[in-house]
């Protein structure tokens, strides 16, 4: 991918990177901060995802109410997304008027007033979020899946954080992380779009160099490497489907391992999209695990899932399960097909097939600037912006022999976690 | 206020969008886009769920699905491969007027793209062992479904507003239906119903006009069949007489979801534009407009809330939908009658009015940005017959409208006295909260 963007570091640390595209009258902000469940104390899980909602909720400057309306009259679009590593806010805007969205950003990075009676009404909508999450049993299996693969990583809990947290935690408790995490020294700022860049730095300068910066230490969490041993989970939930997830601990994006595993997965379970907006993605019906497990009707769907992290984190096989089979059947036809990926050695011919649908997938994302921006500040996240650009290469890079001698190492079964989910009757 | 003027010569219009006619009538439109690599393919076929006999519902819909399972030319695995190899994609699906089909592929691939569409429309073969394995994965899909809270609602919803009415039933039908339909039945309906007379087929992309009519002529001109388009005008749709609520429950569920409305306008009625403006001060605007602020910011009764408009050929539906905790149903559902009563009586003010219109306007180009943003809406132009300068008029158009027409468009469709009103959810207390 060859490309030119403006990469600079303000003195209060915020992080710029630029990247002028001409084919619309468009331009996307993103501004990413390093802070996100990984950085979430016991007994404030979900602390970072309400700090994003309360981020909506307005400053002195921008009441609530009035920066939602600004955004959307000049016919824009926003939003923003809290996960594992970090958190992000995004506008996308006509290109004439970027101008708000950045002074907006710039003035929540650090005016925020978290009033006492909005944390209030915020506590029954983020519980109420939460509520709907618990209405879907891959929510449920997802999140008992995740807690037993972790032992202290605060990676073993949902980003929406629990109940019980939920609430108790207080207006100080939000104010004080807030204040803790988001200043431009722990910032990414990400524009891409139609502009000339020296201006547009001349604008963000202008707008953050009042703004003092720090970095916020690393959360100092235990590293948590491969399991040591398999362990079987099973819950119980309303429904008649059985669901089925396998997850292995998995390599951090920064690991060179990381794009060997993506080609792994793409091999077991189809094609795999990092476009967040439009695009779309690739079917999955010639991987070997859609092959093996839904033609032969064992089961109904499957699919893979693998996070670029900042620790290692999880990959997660998820199987829905045909009424006329048992979840043990499907687990016992899967390692059969990982022992054939561990034994006899991958075609280049299917790893160089994985990196053209890798290489179509980014041909789709990029018509959408908001993509290409998200792009930008994304990989800044767990690396820097250059494990973006070298994806496609290192993926192509990828050996049968380092393929081979990765799912050797991570996918075995003594360390996973195999999770089911029982429709409540299916099963005592 | 900022008129945030917009070059119309700017937007897809007739000097950029072609339409050419195949003499086996498929009509195809295409715009070029040098900017990207790839391409997308966008239409339809006349044969939707309304063709479906009603002990048979989910007919169009299972065949559509079935296409893709085998043809005279290529069996499902060799399909897949050829698509997947290149890294493109082809799907299908019905609704309640058409079977549409939407893929995309690197330009290079766009034969690969259209042959694959040509055979698995022209020539399926629907094999029975591939019919009896897709039939397992809609029947968990029903199942599925029958554990959704939304998905429910929105069932029980469209079956009230639309009582005996093809858009009243579930193109993707009721687990009995979907028991009953055979081969046979799929083979038929694609007999009958597949046609290339009202089909239309849209490319945008990195490629151009005469390559698109190149390509298709020779992919598609072959296709003839004696079937004429035979969708008939639905019956028409009465407004609810009276309130009407009704609780779906699905045990064991944390949360409620609450779809409530009534009828809306067609998307050819003079009051469409009207309509769409004031639904979305209603219930899109900014923060989820006025519904959202009511019942998600200032009594934090939802994570969503929010209206939808829907506006299809010979009806359509006002829809406002929340996920709301099982115990306050009731207070939400009130709170949000009270803002369709307020959108009923007082026009809307000239702040929201000016708000919206610049929204509408100054979104086109975010709309427009993307190749698939491109043929969704030159697709529906041609749906809807509206003119390939559409997008031209489409500001001064949304400038044109007044609080008067939203006011007018608002109390020709909502009567709060007289409304549909379904939750799906648990009955009554869940695990000990409120």
Known sequence: MKETITQVALENGLKVLLKEIHTAPIISQWLWYRVGSRFEKPGYTGISHWVEHMQFKGTPNFPAGLLDKAISRDGGYWNAFTYLDWTTYFETTPADKIDLALSLEADRMVNSVFDENEVNAERTVVISEREGNENEPLFLLDEAVQSSAFDKHPYKNEVIGSIADLQNITRDDLYAFYRDHYNPGNAVLALAGDFDSERMLEKVRRIYQALQGHSVPEPGNPREELLQREKKIEIHGPGETTYLQIAWRAPAAADDVFFAFTI?????????????????????????????????????????????????????????????????????????????????????????????????????????????????????????????TRYTSRLAEVTPEILVDTVRKYLNREQRVVGIYYPDGVRP | MNPNFIDPRSLPGPEDIFRQILPNRIVLLTRSNFNSSSVVVSGYVAAGSQLDPLDKLGLAHFTALALMRGTARSDFQSLYDRLESAGASLGFGASVHTTSFSGRALAEDLPLLFATLSECLSQPVFPPEQVSRLRAQLLTGLAIRAQSTRDMAALEFDSLLFPDHPYGRPEDGYIETINNLTRDDLVAFHQQYYAPAGMKLVVVGAVSADQVFELAEKNFSSWVTDNANQQQSLKAVKPPLTSITRKVIIPGKSQADLVMGTLGPKRKDPEYLAASLGNSILGQFGLMGRVGDTVREKAGLAYYASTSLNAWIESGSWEVSAGINPGNVEKAAALITEELRRFTTEPVTQEELEDNQNNYIGRMPLSLESNSGVANSILNLERFDLGLDYLQRYPALVRAVTREDILGAARKFIDPDKLIIVSAGPDGKVNGKP
Request: aromatic fraction near 12%.
């Open chain 1, 264 to 388: 792994a997965d793409s091999l077991l379970t189809g094609p795999a999209s990092l476009n967040m907006f439009g695009g779309g993605g690739i079917s999955n019906k010639t991987s070997r695990l859609y092959q093996r497990l839904v033609e032969k009707e064992y089961a109904i769907s499957v699919n893979g899932s693998l996070q670029a992290t900042h620790d290692p984190f999880l990959y997660a096989i998820t199987i829905t399960v045909n009424p006329k089979h048992q979840p043990e059947e499907i687990l016992a036809l899967l390692d059969n097909e990982l022992d054939a990926l561990r034994q006899a050695p991958v075609k280049q011919a299917e790893i160089d097939r994985a990196a053209k649908q890798a290489r179509a997938l980014f041909a789709y994302g990029s018509e959408n600037i908001t993509n290409q921006a998200f792009w930008l500040g994304y990989s800044e996240m767990f690396d820097d912006y250059s494990w973006f």
